[in-house]
């Protein structure tokens, strides 16, 4: 009875810092995904741009 009490403690410890961890980098990718975002619809507007030459 002590064995299995012992690994089920680790084992939700071990679940616990995976959640935070988990959460850590999808809360950086959030943050850091907005800039991209909006140079990313930049670039695509001036690759889908038509492209007229005069002379």
Do not use: D, H
Not at 4 to 14: K, P, Y
């Amino acid at each position: 009875m002590q064995k299995s009490i012992a690994f089920a403690v680790v084992s939700e410890g071990l679940t616990v810092a995976a959640w935070v961890s988990m959460w850590e980098a999808l809360v950086i990718f959030l943050v850091k995904w907005m800039p991209y975002k909006k140079k990313i619809s930049l670039y695509e507007r001036i690759a889908n741009a038509k492209v007229v030459f005069s002379a």
